[in-house]
């Protein structure tokens, strides 16, 4: 609630100071006097646009003060407005935008009259008011709704970074199995490369040995360089003359058994030579194969085994993509399953908030009846949004029609200060226990009334501030003697200003000024009497 309120340099008013307290808090004064002025001053801290012209004739600023306290703590809202239109907003000393203020405000007081700082006049708390209203029976449901809801939005958004990445994966998945197929098409095997190399040369070598054994077989064999016929020719040649000199017989025996030695080794080599097979088919397929392995270490790693590492990553790879798609399966299941039971709990929501706005329609349209608007007529209007939020599918805004026949429109559409001031007063009656807000201000309330419906405003302002405190303006003596506690504005002039003062009014001073409202300027016994009386009838 507004426990203190200071003003200064703000229109007609040089510097005031006043404290409200718990209860009924009435404000009275002549016309003129600057009563309005307080709650335009008492907007402005609450956040609302203001004019330079607020600014007090030849001063350079504007200051509203005021101290509120809320849940248990009690904060400074400081606004400031330059004669430049400069305008500075703080809580508790700090710097705040007017945005920040406003909402910050909104939890604190509801100023009802021509100005637009009014919880009712914003259709996006009245979803909130009915499912105050009946709390108990709406308020589990909207919870799980809500609960639903954040796990349906969560699901979704899960889904789509899933879906976006699988896109951005798609050609590098694809670009992954041609590479995981090309090398596991190869067959590779550990040391693979460095076996083939080996393999290689031996091949290579073959072919030299190959050749060059035919060329010694063949030498063998040449007509023309014959070993074994020389042999032969020695022999015989040795052998015609070994009668006769022994020493050519020992040689021939020598050379007959370098023959066969010699023929024994021709075999050997034929054998060795037959033994050596080359195959230039098993070279180009060696070679073939030690070239496809290098282009594999060109792209894939520097070794068999490397390459073979990195195929099992792109498997590893692979699978977690394999393992997305799958997700993006059970989650779409999931969201389905969610969706279906989000649906369910919002049309329960829905026709719980449907019978809570029947059951408001009733008792508001009742309080209006009360306060002889007999011919107004509230109605609650729930539409379904196509889509879900944390609050369901509905969108609800009260409407109201002044005169029967006419169209319902929006709260904020009646034109009449006075008007809009008793029909949230009719509204406050009704709800004013369920929209938490501690502070409401009523401006211009008493406008176009009098007589009995003037008594039966005052005694609901009365039983408002049972629960909230209540700020009000009034011109009614009916209004004024249900006050808990009265406040007189007041003007002065001097020779070159106009000031306006405002004071917390006694008990007898409360009588004298009831009085006053009364009979007029010429207060009477009688008009103090009868203030007494208005007085007694309203406790």
Partial sequence: MITHLSIKDFAIINNIEVDFYKGLNIITGETGAGKSIIIEAMNMALGSRADRTYVRTGCDKAVVQMVASHINEETVITRELTAEGKSLCRIDGEIVSLAQLNEYCQKITDVHGQYAHQSLLDPSSHIKLIDSYEKESILTTKKRVSELFDSYVSISKRLDEIKNSNRDNARRKEYMEYELKEIR?????????????????????????????????????????STMESLIRIQKVLKEIAPYYKEASDLEN???????????????????KDRVVFSAGDLDELT???????????????????????????????????DADMSVESLEIEKIRIEEMLKEESARLTGLRKAASSTLEEKINKELNDLNFNDAEIRVSLRDLQRYTHNGKDSIE??????????????????????????????KTVIGDYDDIPTMVFDEIDSGISGLTASIVGKKLIEISE??????????????????????????????????????????????????????????DISIESARELIRLSQ
Avoid: W
């Fill in 254 to 272: 020598e050379f007959y058994d370098i023959y066969y030695r010699i023929e024994d080794i021709c075999t050997r080599l034929r054998n060795a």
């Fill in 467 to 524: 629960k909230h405190q209540v700020i009000s303006i009034t011109h009614l003596p009916q209004i004024a003697a249900c006050g808990n506690h009265n406040f007189r504005i007041e003007k002065t002039n001097d020779a070159s200003h106009t000031y306006t003062t405002i004071r917390h009014l006694s008990e007898k001073e409360k009588i004298e000024e009831i009085a006053r409202l009364i009979s007029g300027t010429n207060v009477s």
């Fill in 288 to 322: 073939s194969r030690a070239d496809f392995i290098d282009s594999l270490k060109r792209k894939y790693g520097n070794t068999p085994d490397e390459i073979l590492d990195h195929a099992s990553r792109l498997e590893h790879d692979l699978a977690k993509l394999e």
């Fill in 185 to 225: 098409d190869a067959n590779l095997v550990s040391g693979e490369d460095v076996a083939i190399q080996e393999q290689l040369e031996s091949l290579r070598n073959k072919e030299k040995i190959s050749r060059n054994m035919e060329m010694a077989y063949n030498m063998t064999k040449s007509e023309d360089n």
């Fill in 398 to 427: 009260f409407l109201i029609r002044t005169n029967k026949g006419s169209e319902f429109k929006p709260l904020s559409k009646i034109a009449s200060g006075g008007e809009m001031s008793r029909i949230m007063l009719a509204f």
